[in-house]
């Protein structure tokens, strides 16, 4: 037995940003980068699916670096955390054209004015 039988199709997956769905003042040329991003990865996999290829995007949060961590005490994100959404997508053979946000909710919560 071929031991690649076991192993996933071809996939492209985009490493991108949270601020492809929300961005802060004065951040327009970035956000506007990474929201591009987006709808290429979304354009690609309808274009790549009859060839088998899967394309997908994991869209992480701020990480917080070891010179923040002595304020505040909210947890920031480890690059862990990222490995562990790319591999999801890269075993997950029937995902495709999706968008996995990585930043424990922070996207979802409504900030504090």
């Avoid at 949060?61 to 961590?69: D, L, P, Q, Y």
């Amino acid at each position: 037995m071929d031991d690649r039988a076991s192993e996933p199709g071809p996939y492209i997956i985009h490493i991108s940003s949270l601020r492809s769905h929300q961005s802060d003042p004065n951040q327009e040329g970035y956000a506007s980068s990474k929201a591009g991003q987006l709808w290429l990865m979304h354009s690609t996999a309808i274009s790549l699916q009859r060839f088998g290829i899967r394309v997908n995007l994991v869209a992480p949060g701020r990480i917080k670096v070891a010179h923040e961590s002595q304020g505040g005490d909210d947890k920031g994100l480890e690059p862990e955390n990222i490995a562990d959404a790319v591999e999801y997508l890269v075993k997950a053979e029937f995902v495709t054209g999706q968008g996995a946000t990585v930043d424990g909710g922070a996207t979802r919560v409504k900030k504090k004015s």
